[in-house]
């Protein structure tokens, strides 16, 4: 099963994304912790994305995609995988697109668990991450109107977006996620 979560920061990605490995047992792939894990390893894509986490900017397209690709090539990933904050722009649709079809794959679901706004400020505000301020709070949720909001239309126009009511109890959510996968996968 090939799933990508979709969700603000703050919607309980991370939490739900653990729920599906231990239920399905395909890995969870967040390019924000691989990102950040180069970023503290120091490795050269380390360096060069670094300018770009700390603003809250989306990193340049072909750098998230090549992490992507590669990670999606591992033996752990054959079974399926979980996708979380990736794809965020329309050229990131597009290469996973050309990576799965030359592996024969494709995509099952796209899950976009749905949070109030004031919830969601509330929720990042308790995480209190480096990254969090003001400003780069506001960046991201332009980035999010302009480049990611078309990402979510184009999942629905092909009948793959199934959008999950993110509040309640962890388990209520996760219930409602499960009930909106493909059922014999
Ligand atoms: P996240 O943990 O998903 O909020 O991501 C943290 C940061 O990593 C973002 O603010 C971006 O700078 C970068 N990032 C994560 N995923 C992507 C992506 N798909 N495309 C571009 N930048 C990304």
């Known amino acids: 099963m090939n799933i990508i979560l979709f ?4 919607a309980g990605k991370g939490t739900q994304a653990k729920n599906l490995w231990k239920k399905f047992g395909i890995p969870h792939i967040a390019t924000g912790d691989l990102l950040r894990e180069a ?31 590669e990670r999606l090539n ?21 290469a996973l697109e050309t990576a799965l079809k ?6 099952d679901k796209v899950v976009f668990i749905e949070v109030p706004l004031e919830i969601l400020l509330q929720r990042v505000e308790s995480r209190g ?3 969090d301020n003001l400003e780069t709070v506001k960046r991201r949720r332009i980035d999010y109107k302009n480049l990611t909001e078309p990402v979510k239309k184009d999942y629905a ?11 309640g109890t962890t388990e209520e959510v996760f219930g409602r996620i499960l009930a909106s ?5």
Request: include cysteine; hydrophobic fraction near 35%; charged fraction near 20%.
């Open 181 to 185: 996968l493909p059922q014999n996968s």
């Open 74 to 94: 591992s033996e752990d990933c054959h079974a399926g995988f979980i996708l979380d904050g990736y794809p965020r722009t329309l050229p990131q649709v597009e």
């Open 102 to 107: 030359e592996k024969g794959k494709k995509v």
């Open 7 to 10: 969700g603000q920061p703050g």
């Open 157 to 167: 126009t092909r009948n793959l977006l199934a959008t999950v009511d993110g509040l």
């Open 129 to 131: 991450r480096a990254d």
């Open 39 to 69: 970023m503290n390893e120091g490795t050269s894509l380390g360096q060069e994305v670094a300018p770009y986490l700390e603003a809250g900017r989306l990193v340049p397209d072909a750098l998230v995609s090549g992490l992507v690709m």
